[in-house]
């Protein structure tokens, strides 16, 4: 949410930062401004819109030396908290007559008290953002030493931070700070690049500083000097990025969703390397760090997560109830906090995130770590806040995801659960045999996965009949009701089509009544326990003239009469069906939306990585 990009070393900081903010702008896209130092001076371009509309403006308005021979800067791409999209309210925010320029990503929750302090004592806010007190605050305790007055000013602050500043006063300095919101350092030669995430450093360096909350980093270009608000000296470890620049590029697709979809073969291959035991027929995650003993001692799965990923914790239930006879209570993170979760040593919370940053599950893993409980995370970013604070869990490996529809990571999620559950299901009541016979599926599920993207252009072509409308129900029963429910996510999130999912069988005591033939009933019908059943509501829907389109195994004839239009999956069980099923509606979200000409990477009001709560 929100993103963060800096440089400062001798090349030349503009097209740095610019190509640096294109690959954020994912984290946030309604305007987007930087700051370059040079010759002991700030240059200050802001611009409401896209990174694209920056570089415009910044060619026009910015002296082409300025532009080019600059080499420190800071850059930041916008996702409105406090105040409109504006130029005004755009990023960087400046102090000190233009000398200090601040960018900043998460709220400042007491900026109203602090705006008040500030305005007594003379200073001029020019926007609405609660980001312009923390500028200014800084440069009052400026007393000639940079990084000591970002320290005392972040003192005063409560809430979040994720920050860079630079001033004219020091040139040679970039100070970064972060509480809630990541924030890497990169190292380079003679050179140093901070960023809110290590898509906007690969290109440069592989070379990485993860920041912890409560840092506070000198950078110069020979890389940082890292802090405690106290200013004590801590050593963070250089940690080297795994994946290279491209797997954060299109690489020839329309979309990066599209790219994401089309990747989850390998992803997925990546995901289950080395995690099967062909032998025991058990799954390896030797992440959990969890004794035999532990993993017998637990009585029940509490899993925290928000949107797509709270979805896949919901399959999770079925998995780990099915498998290992254990109760799963999925949970939508931000209520989950708020409702005194009775917890004890037994219990094992598992926080699923893709970014490991979402603010609400990372409340909802403090709050399981206080109340005692064992604490996991499954999270696809490496050295995440999610990862780290939780110690202990399974990381994804899906490669970056890029496009704000999550996608590759949400069957990459379902599969690690699976494992989970295959685990625990033999430390608990699964045989060998069983459990050698669910290695053997997980095994096939990319290849399954591979199968369902030949499937492409025939939903392409069934979503050109479907794109006009302007709902949508998704229907699934069982394991298959969260599938239905990410289809509908898929789909309204990035089509602007209202969408819901619903449980086969709710859908007659009630919105069965908005049925008429305008409103597609997609039908998850695959062949696997509680099939007749959703063949019967599809029934139901036809006979309400709703279209039916009925996502289902193939060869399955008798699914096949009662839908208006089908696409064929492969037979799978019922424990990989979510995740062969969810590849469909993906590509059928995907073309439905580029059939309406949406902005589909960077759907409207949305962002990647919800840090604020
Ligand atoms: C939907 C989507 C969001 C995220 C949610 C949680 O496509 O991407 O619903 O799943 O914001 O994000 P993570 O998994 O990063 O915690």
Redesign the pocket.
Known sequence: MCGIVGYIGKRNATDILISGLRRLEYRGYDSAGLALLSDDKITLVKQTGKVAALEQRLKESVASDVREHSCIGIAHTRWATHGLPTEANAHPHTADNGDLALVHNGIIENFADLRRQLESHGCIFTSQTDTEALAHLISTFDEGDLLAAVSLALKRVQGTYGIAVISARHPGQIVVARRGSPLVVGIGESETIIASDVSAIVAHTRQVVYLQDGDVALITENGPQVYTLENAAVDRAVSKVEWEVDAAEKGGFAHFMLKEIFEQPAALQNTIRGRLDMALGTAILSGLNLTARELAAIRRLVIV??????HAGMVGKYLFEGLADLPTDPEQAAEFRYCNPILGADDLVVA???????AD?LAAVREGMQKGALVAGLCNVVGSTIARETGRGVYLHAGPEIG???TK?FTAQVTVLLMMALKLGRSRRLSREAGLSLCEEINRIPEMIGRVLEENERIASIAEKYAGCNNAFFIGRGILYPTALEGA??LK?ISYIHAEGYQAAELKHGPIALLDKKLPVIALLNDIPGKEKTLGNAQECIARSAPVIGILTEGDHEAEQVSTDVIRLPRTSAYTAPVITAAALQLFAYHVARLRGCEIDQPRNLA???TVE
Do not use: D, P, R
């Open positions: 997560a928000c949107g797509t990923s709270l699923i995130s893709q970014s490991g940053e979402t599950t704000v529809a999550s990571a996510l898929k999130e990647k990585s919800v």
